[in-house]
């Protein structure tokens, strides 16, 4: 509790780190951090810093290395940061960018036309709580139709992994599932599902969080240099996605390669990458507006994310390269 | 008479190429349907081996072996009671494998435990019993398989020379009152000579039949008896010769 | 020449109670209450000393409160699971789900290890591969059950008795194994054959070994379920293994310690059951020190 | 008077040869050959049946090959899998750790097994707990082995011991249980004491029990392995678990059903060892047939 | 001489409450260095069990025992060799809980396979072996313990009477070098009287000392000898009296 909640002094040159702990998942929603690291950004950047790779399959393991001191900055998706912020009171991390964009919907089976259609049908999301779940859960309450947290109500909602899902789908086990890519092209792809909602469609300029970058508050406050540094190879991975981006396809399929011996398939990735859109803006008001449906559908505790954000030295970032700064507002 | 057991010229090895044991060496011997024969013969000739192949426990290595009755039971030299059983447990098992109703079999197991002596211990557990408790248990059980070709291995080793003397006049009323084939292995000369029609001398290893000796005392014998004990000095001589000999 | 001497028979049964106290498990002697007392008092300074360490830990802030909670947080959130009925639901769903699937491991495992180590082509040709099968983690079943079952209840039981039932036809063969020979013996002299030689000798002389089996299958059992729980999600009452992921999906560290400490106590209690038997039988067999 | 006759030694040990193999688990006799022959013929019988049931499921169109692909896709890609040497690096990755946990969790399990056997208190406060830790699913180990160890091969350590050492406790215990008394007795009066008692005594005798123990204990360590290798991934030789859980992350059926074939191969390799354990020891009490 | 053994009084109940069982009722013995005392009473009168209180194996209920000896061997009524452990094996251990070093152990236990005449035996394991051939391993390895005080219970029940005499005669030997005290259990009354310096008869249950007899013969002894006879004569008729009387 001695921690004051007070802006990072960004001082440039500030306290140097021997070695930075990265988060990331072999995921393609990643691929900044993909991209990043094969392509040496990070390294670039960091100079004498040295960058040590930790991946992760899911948020909540490295939400708990986050906790733990294992690592000190992690790529993650929005809900495990939110529900890091609301157990650890707004002491354990930061968010500190954005990464990813959009890319996730609903696809369902054929025969399945209209909202009102999936009464009485079990759609699988990833994870009770997680973001996908809780736009599910809004979407569906928008639709006039209800489910509850056990899988009962108009609607069946079934948290499952995503193999899991993937899975049953295909063998007709449930009828539809609201996921991320690149399960969604590839449920789209190879199961032949439909498209039946793109959440792009459901928000303000088509934009919400997917992905962004987390920094522990201690190493923050201990090494804001750092940070720094992180934050501009990452900036500059983004940037090299956005100019040039069949190079970077290739270049996060290596990565995934790599850590997880097995590349995406072609078609796989190509579609991925058309429904996402990789941003450096936290598209914060996606933040708060997710939160809230996640508590209007009971599924958080009353939160209060305020200064969940610290841009501080992203926007010192851009404006150094007359980019426009970000914000974190809420609207 | 009809023969019973027909040992024929059987050989009996134990294990393979350098490490192996002849136990028994072309032994042949005839038993006779109602006969009482005891074997004897110094430890480790084959006694228990020999038995064992007639109860069809263990293959011949050689010759053949002939034996013609429903039911052959078996009472080891080790009591080897069943520890998951109560005392009476035990021999009513024996009984319930022959398909005796459950009255019947509490019924018949008391009796049997009775005449070994052993009334009141029917629910005791086997570890709660001496030595010599534990032997007659065995008895009880081996007896209560009424098979027809009944073969004990050493059955009075562990009990005192009273006990014994009781179960002598015991098994002798039930061989022959159920006309049983019996081949009794014992150390104690003197109980060969009061149980047996004949007493079979084994060689030591590997064991062969040294003698057959014809026992014509007419029953019932006492142990104690004048002629008993002089049949069983002979024996023994003959033993001891053999001994000797295989010590030389 | 009996002496008259009377001697303190309580004083010499009360040195052999301690003296059993000591050496064995569990004292045959004593009233009812202090047997109780004995086998109480170890297991409640143990938990007194665990709570106690903890706090001390917590105490120390070796690590902030929001990633290891102190006792009181964690007895706080336990005592509120504890008051709500739908926690009981998914306890009884999950030990429903437990039992059902643990007995019919038993039942397969039962006979498939009765099987092979009664038929040696059998044991020579999937004697390895109940072991093999027993180290696959349950995830990797999850496909197959998918396959064969869909997404309904035989599809969890499926993962369970494939986690649990190899365990316990292990215990069964290696407990086969080591029947002793002479019981083997007997158990011919004796005319038995076929089944009730299983049934009179081989299932009794195996059991020390084939209960460690049964206390194997179900660490297996449960754990497979705990996995298996997530495959499907019957609405109503949310199972302990869904409930624990949650948990663990929501950062609560004090509610994941609270259902560690519920799969913990469940644990103990079904370990508790197993003993029970194991100390009857042994007791029947006289193993127990006197 | 033995009479003169020739008996066929030959044939009377063929035949008892025969009655071996129908009777024991591994014929005594016959050359080295024969008996290699003997337990590979129904394996690799076994191995063909299976093979060919899943190709005629696989024809008959059950389900579309994407979910069930084909043998030939699977052994396609197993080839594959097999000639790549960053698949090798990691199952020497994956095998290192899962023995050198193993020898860990041997290490531990017996410490606890042998003074939770000998301490009545210690037993009565902990003995069931080892059962319930053993009931608890890897995957909840994780957060206090990141809270320990961080993100090393020690967290990876620690859940594979956790995961293990309870089994071979629980063997230790169930087998010292069941030494018999007279053992026990013999070795009182030879003078055992302490160390001594357990190196000459208790363990010996509770050999058969520890083993199939220890192959349990193999069982759960290589399943928290697996769960635990997803906490650290090292880039460059990806572990199997890893490798298994990518798989199915990437919904390749066949590449789910390869690693399903290595892990079995593994862990029937494994238990190929402990079975020629197994079978020494048997031979050494004289349990084996004939 | 000054006393080695001192029961007083001594009483064994086994079990609690209705199922208890007196085994033994205030006995009471003393037995002085260097003496050879028998035990003889029928089956089940507490024989073993008195031999275990001794031994320090069980608790007694009752009275006071005293023991003043370096070191107690108990010779078992089952051979209980340990089947991991060849019979060489089973005999080094007992030498080597005693610190003997490794190469005089195999030596040392050599000599007394030797002397129980197994001296081919060595390496088998004790399955291989004959019920009386794994009887004189456990002599074998009792006489390893090197004790000052050897109790043995019914040593030499399953061998037959020749190899019984050597060891008889083997027994003494040691005995009388190396001034062994010696508690012996047996059913043999003529064995009791061969070996014993006293012969002392337990009642059957619960066990009392009937009589305490002194054999007073010059060794050496012989069991055939017709001093021994007449004296187990004597010994087996106040048996016999007593079973009787209990049997009424
Ligand atoms: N299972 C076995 N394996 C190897 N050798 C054996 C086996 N059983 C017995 N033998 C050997 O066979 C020989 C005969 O043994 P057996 O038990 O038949 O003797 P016995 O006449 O019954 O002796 P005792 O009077 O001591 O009981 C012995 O030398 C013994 O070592
Ligand atoms: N562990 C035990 N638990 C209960 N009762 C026992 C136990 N051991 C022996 N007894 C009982 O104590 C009595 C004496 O047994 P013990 O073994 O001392 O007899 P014994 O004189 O050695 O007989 P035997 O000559 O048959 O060996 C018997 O009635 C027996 O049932
Ligand atoms: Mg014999
Ligand atoms: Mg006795």
């Given at each position: 509790?001695?921690?004051?909640?007070?802006?990072?002094?960004?001082?440039?040159?500030?306290?140097?780190?021997?070695?930075?702990?990265?988060?990331?998942?072999?995921?393609?929603?990643?691929?900044?951090?993909?991209?990043?690291?094969?392509?040496?950004?990070?390294?670039?950047?960091?100079?004498?810093?040295?960058?040590?790779?930790?991946?992760?399959?899911?948020?909540?393991?490295?939400?708990?290395?986050?906790?733990?001191?294992?690592?000190?900055?992690?790529?993650?998706?929005?809900?495990?940061?939110?529900?890091?912020?609301?157990?650890?009171?707004?002491?354990?991390?930061?968010?500190?960018?954005?990464?990813?964009?959009?890319?996730?919907?609903?696809?369902?089976?054929?025969?399945?036309?209209?909202?009102?259609?999936?009464?009485?049908?079990?759609?699988?999301?990833?994870?009770?709580?997680?973001?996908?779940?809780?736009?599910?859960?809004?979407?569906?309450?928008?639709?006039?139709?209800?489910?509850?947290?056990?899988?009962?109500?108009?609607?069946?909602?079934?948290?499952?992994?995503?193999?899991?899902?993937?899975?049953?789908?295909?063998?007709?086990?449930?009828?539809?599932?609201?996921?991320?890519?690149?399960?969604?092209?590839?449920?789209?792809?190879?199961?032949?599902?439909?498209?039946?909602?793109?959440?792009?469609?459901?928000?303000?300029?088509?934009?919400?969080?997917?992905?962004?970058?987390?920094?522990?508050?201690?190493?923050?406050?201990?090494?804001?240099?750092?940070?720094?540094?992180?934050?501009?190879?990452?900036?500059?991975?983004?940037?090299?996605?956005?100019?040039?981006?069949?190079?970077?396809?290739?270049?996060?399929?290596?990565?995934?390669?790599?850590?997880?011996?097995?590349?995406?398939?072609?078609?796989?990735?190509?579609?991925?990458?058309?429904?996402?859109?990789?941003?450096?803006?936290?598209?914060?008001?996606?933040?708060?507006?997710?939160?809230?449906?996640?508590?209007?559908?009971?599924?958080?505790?009353?939160?209060?994310?305020?200064?969940?954000?610290?841009?501080?030295?992203?926007?010192?970032?851009?404006?150094?390269?007359?980019?426009?700064?970000?914000?974190?507002?809420?609207? | 008479m009809s023969?019973v057991v027909?040992?024929?010229?059987?050989?009996?090895?134990?294990?393979?190429?350098?490490?192996?044991?002849?136990?028994?060496?072309?032994?042949?011997?005839?038993v006779d349907k109602g006969e009482f024969v005891c074997l004897?013969?110094?430890?480790?000739?084959?006694?228990?081996?020999?038995l064992?192949?007639v109860?069809?426990?263990?293959?011949?290595?050689?010759?053949?072996?002939?034996?013609?009755g429903k039911h052959v039971a078996l009472m080891?030299?080790?009591?080897?009671?069943?520890?998951?059983?109560?005392?009476?447990?035990?021999?009513?098992?024996?009984?319930?494998?022959?398909?005796?109703?459950?009255?019947?079999?509490?019924?018949?197991?008391?009796e049997l435990?009775?005449i070994v002596?052993?009334?009141?211990?029917?629910?005791?557990?086997?570890?709660?019993?001496?030595?010599?408790?534990?032997?007659r248990?065995a008895l009880a059980r081996a007896l209560a398989q009424n098979a027809d070709i009944l073969l004990m291995d050493e059955p009075f080793?562990?009990?005192?020379?009273?006990?014994r003397d009781i179960l002598h006049d015991e098994l002798e009323r039930i061989w022959r009152e159920q006309e049983l084939t019996v081949l009794f292995v014992t150390?104690n000369?003197?109980e060969a000579v009061r149980l047996g029609d004949r007493v079979v001398?084994?060689?030591?290893?590997?064991?062969?039949?040294?003698?057959?000796?014809k026992i014509d005392h007419p029953r019932p014998r006492r142990i104690?008896?004048?002629?008993v004990?002089?049949?069983?000095?002979?024996?023994?001589?003959?033993?001891?010769?053999?001994?000797?000999?295989?010590?030389? | 020449?009996?002496?008259?001497?009377?001697?303190?028979?309580?004083?010499?049964?009360?040195?052999?109670?301690?003296?059993?106290?000591?050496?064995?498990?569990?004292?045959?002697?004593?009233?009812?209450?202090?047997?109780?007392?004995?086998?109480?008092?170890?297991?409640?300074?143990?938990?007194?000393?665990?709570?106690?360490?903890?706090?001390?830990?917590?105490?120390?802030?070796?690590?902030?409160?929001?990633?290891?909670?102190?006792?009181?947080?964690?007895?706080?959130?336990?005592?509120?699971?504890?008051?709500?009925?739908?926690?009981?639901?998914?306890?009884?769903?999950?030990?429903?789900?437990?039992?059902?699937?643990?007995?019919?491991?038993?039942?397969?495992?039962?006979?498939?290890?009765?099987?092979?180590?009664?038929?040696?082509?059998?044991?020579?040709?999937?004697?390895?591969?109940?072991?093999?099968?027993?180290?696959?983690?349950?995830?990797?079943?999850?496909?197959?059950?998918?396959?064969?079952?869909?997404?309904?209840?035989?599809?969890?039981?499926?993962?369970?008795?494939?986690?649990?039932?190899?365990?316990?036809?292990?215990?069964?063969?290696?407990?086969?194994?080591?029947?002793?020979?002479?019981?083997?013996?007997?158990?011919?002299?004796?005319?038995?054959?076929?089944?009730?030689?299983?049934?009179?000798?081989?299932?009794?002389?195996?059991?020390?070994?084939?209960?460690?089996?049964?206390?194997?299958?179900?660490?297996?059992?449960?754990?497979?379920?705990?996995?298996?729980?997530?495959?499907?999600?019957?609405?109503?009452?949310?199972?302990?293994?869904?409930?624990?992921?949650?948990?663990?999906?929501?950062?609560?560290?004090?509610?994941?310690?609270?259902?560690?400490?519920?799969?913990?106590?469940?644990?103990?209690?079904?370990?508790?059951?197993?003993?029970?038997?194991?100390?009857?039988?042994?007791?029947?067999?006289?193993?127990?020190?006197?």
């Open positions: 509790g001695s921690d004051e909640e007070k802006p990072t002094a960004a001082g440039s040159g500030a306290a140097e780190a021997e070695t930075i702990r990265l988060g990331y998942f072999p995921n393609i929603t990643h691929a900044p951090a993909l991209v990043g690291v094969n392509k040496g950004f990070f390294a670039e950047t960091l100079g004498g810093t040295k960058l040590e790779e930790k991946t992760f399959n899911a948020g909540p393991a490295a939400i708990e290395a986050l906790f733990s001191g294992a690592i000190d900055a992690t790529y993650i998706g929005p809900n495990p940061a939110i529900n890091g912020w609301s157990e650890s009171k707004g002491q354990a991390l930061k968010i500190v960018a954005g990464s990813t964009s959009g890319g996730a919907g609903l696809v369902v089976k054929d025969g399945i036309n209209t909202p009102a259609d999936l009464k009485g049908k079990k759609i699988a999301t990833p994870q009770l709580g997680n973001t996908q779940d809780v736009a599910l859960r809004a979407w569906l309450k928008q639709n006039g139709l209800n489910a509850d947290k056990q899988g009962g109500g108009d609607v069946s909602v079934l948290p499952q992994d995503n193999a899991t899902a993937l899975q049953a789908f295909a063998q007709g086990a449930i009828d539809g599932a609201w996921v991320p890519e690149p399960n969604l092209s590839r449920l789209i792809l190879e199961s032949k599902g439909k498209l039946l909602v793109d959440e792009k469609t459901l928000w303000p300029n088509g934009e919400f969080v997917t992905t962004h970058l987390i920094v522990s508050q201690e190493f923050l406050k201990k090494y804001p240099g750092t940070v720094k540094k992180l934050i501009q190879g990452h900036v500059k991975s983004v940037k090299y996605i956005e100019t040039n981006n069949a190079e970077a396809q290739t270049a996060a399929n290596a990565q995934i390669e790599k850590l997880s011996g097995k590349a995406l398939k072609p078609e796989i990735l190509a579609a991925a990458f058309k429904n996402l859109k990789f941003t450096y803006n936290p598209i914060a008001s996606s933040l708060y507006t997710s939160a809230k449906n996640a508590e209007s559908v009971d599924l958080l505790d009353p939160v209060d994310l305020k200064g969940i954000y610290d841009l501080t030295i992203l926007n010192e970032v851009l404006t150094a390269e007359g980019q426009a700064a970000v914000s974190d507002a809420a609207a | 023969t027909r040992i024929d010229d059987v050989t009996k090895k134990y294990g393979s190429g350098s490490n192996a044991l002849l136990a028994l060496d072309h032994v042949s011997l005839t004897l013969g110094a430890s480790g000739c084959g006694k228990s081996t020999l064992s192949l109860a069809g426990l263990d293959r011949i290595s050689g010759g053949t072996l002939e034996i013609n080891f030299q080790e009591a080897a009671l069943f520890p998951w059983l109560s005392v009476s447990g035990n021999v009513e098992l024996a009984l319930r494998l022959q398909g005796v109703g459950r009255a019947d079999r509490r019924k018949r197991a008391g435990l009775e002596r052993l009334g009141g211990f029917g629910g005791k557990r086997p570890h709660e019993l001496s030595g010599g408790m534990r032997q248990v080793g562990a009990l005192d020379a009273m006990t150390h000369v003197r001398l084994l060689s030591s290893r590997p064991g062969r039949v040294l003698e057959d000796f104690d008896s004048t002629e004990a002089a049949q069983a000095a002979e024996i023994t001589d003959r033993l001891r010769a053999e001994v000797a000999r295989h010590a030389s | 020449m009996p002496a008259e001497v009377i001697t303190d028979d309580k004083t010499a049964d009360e040195v052999s109670g301690l003296d059993a106290l000591e050496l064995a498990p569990r004292p045959d002697r004593g009233d009812r209450g202090r047997r109780i007392w004995n086998s109480a008092w170890p297991k409640l300074l143990a938990v007194a000393i665990a709570i106690a360490a903890w706090q001390l830990v917590v105490l120390s802030e070796w690590k902030p409160t929001y990633v290891l909670p102190g006792p009181v947080d964690v007895f706080a959130d336990l005592k509120e699971l504890a008051t709500t009925p739908d926690f009981w639901d998914g306890v009884r769903l999950t030990l429903t789900r437990a039992f059902t699937g643990f007995l019919l491991a038993v039942a397969i495992g039962t006979v498939i290890g009765a099987a092979v180590s009664r038929f040696a082509p059998l044991r020579a040709a999937i004697g390895s591969l109940i072991t093999g099968l027993q180290t696959m983690p349950s995830i990797m079943w999850f496909p197959l059950a998918i396959l064969l079952f869909q997404l309904s209840e035989s599809a969890i039981m499926f993962v369970v008795v494939i986690g649990a039932a190899p365990s316990v036809a292990n215990g069964l063969i290696s407990g086969i194994d080591y029947v002793p020979r002479t019981w083997l013996r007997v158990g011919q002299v004796l005319g038995m054959k076929g089944l009730s030689k299983y049934r009179h000798l081989i299932l009794p002389a195996s059991l020390p070994s084939f209960i460690s089996g049964l206390k194997q299958g179900w660490a297996f059992s449960w754990r497979s379920l705990m996995a298996g729980e997530l495959l499907v999600i019957v609405p109503g009452a949310l199972s302990v293994g869904a409930r624990m992921q949650n948990a663990r999906d929501l950062h609560e560290a004090s509610l994941v310690i609270s259902y560690i400490i519920v799969v913990l106590i469940i644990g103990i209690l079904i370990d508790i059951l197993f003993n029970t038997a194991d100390n009857a039988l042994r007791k029947r067999w006289g193993l127990t020190g006197n």
